[in-house]
């Protein structure tokens, strides 16, 4: 329809130019017309045709006769290469379908909050199922929830930025396998105050997480989206691996993916942690407490074993 409006359009200016100049009157037509072979509307449609396409018959062209003819030919020209510029870009971005590159992005299930260099640490898992790669990825997370200002104005959806630790610094990703993002809870952090108890009955609050980044093959930025509610943050767990080496190759068994393990970790906010890292010291004794009762049960199995021998 583009194209065919367009063709229509300068039809009708070359028509008038020609009727204006006296190029359709019969027998009385210029001695040098402004297009020639132009009779009729279906003759000034077939050269507007021949003109922005470049097609070229051979029979029809614009002489030195017209200025304004001159200026048309040029304007049209320009009309046709901007035309098919957008429809060449508008195909192009159709084709590409970017959202279905999003679809390939992943994030685990649940979020979760354990210990990880003596710190309290929000953890998700990122991945990428395709091969080809994601250019220049960010990562950002927020916290949205209802809060309620000094002055009683209740704000419904406030929003806070939340840093990320991601091993490469800032909010950018080398997303080449799936990735552990994670988010040091400290006194500047919004989940400073934020209890296991919390993660029950703590309707109002949502940690949304955006992944941006370019499709390598195409060049059209993408955007992946989730949210974690409150009842999907676990408590005390941290990821499985799921990355291993075998024969000089990393493999990754993304079936695992969101899958998660109990570690001990302090039943308390992180506030509570920094004013009491006694805490942590109690938490390090069950922990070498719960090591030996293990290793004793192992030892205690292998001493009453029977061999196959003492059946004989």
Not at 103 to 127: Q, W, Y
Not at 255 to 270: D, E, R, Y
């Amino acid at each position: 329809m583009s194209f065919l409006c367009s063709w229509l359009l300068f039809a009708m200016v070359w028509w008038l130019i020609a009727f204006a100049h006296g190029d359709l009157a019969p027998g009385e037509a210029a001695a040098v017309p402004c297009i020639t072979s132009i009779h009729s509307f279906s003759s000034a449609f077939l050269f507007s045709i021949e003109v922005q396409v470049t097609i070229g018959f051979g029979g029809r062209m614009v002489t030195e006769e017209c200025p304004l003819a001159i200026l048309i030919l040029i304007v049209q020209n320009i009309v046709g290469l901007m035309i098919n510029a957008i429809m060449l870009g508008c195909i192009f971005m159709k084709t590409a379908q970017a959202h279905r590159r999003a679809e390939t992005l992943i994030f685990s299930k649940h979020a979760v909050i354990a210990l990880r260099h003596s710190r309290l640490c929000f953890m998700l898992r990122v991945g990428d199922l395709r091969k080809s790669m994601i250019i220049s990825a960010t990562i950002h997370m927020q916290v949205v929830r209802k809060t309620t200002s000094p002055e009683g104005e209740v704000v419904p959806l406030h929003q806070l930025d939340i840093p990320m630790e991601n091993g490469v610094g800032g909010n950018n990703i080398f997303l080449v396998a799936p990735l552990i993002i994670y988010h040091v809870i400290d006194a500047k952090s919004p989940l400073y105050d934020l209890a296991p108890c919390d993660l029950h009955h703590h309707h109002d609050l949502e940690i949304v997480v955006i992944l941006e980044g370019v499709v390598e093959t195409t060049g059209i930025t993408t955007q992946a989206r989730t949210s974690y509610l409150a009842d999907e943050i676990l408590w005390g767990q941290r990821f499985v691996p799921i990355v291993s080496e075998e024969d000089g190759r990393y493999s990754v068994d993304y079936s695992k993916f969101g899958n998660t393990i109990k570690v001990p970790t302090p039943l308390c906010t992180a506030r509570q942690l920094d004013e009491d890292p006694s805490l942590l010291d109690i938490l390090t004794l069950a922990r070498g407490s719960l090591r030996k009762r293990s290793m004793a049960m192992a030892k205690a199995k292998a001493k009453f074993s029977i061999s196959p021998d003492s059946l004989s």
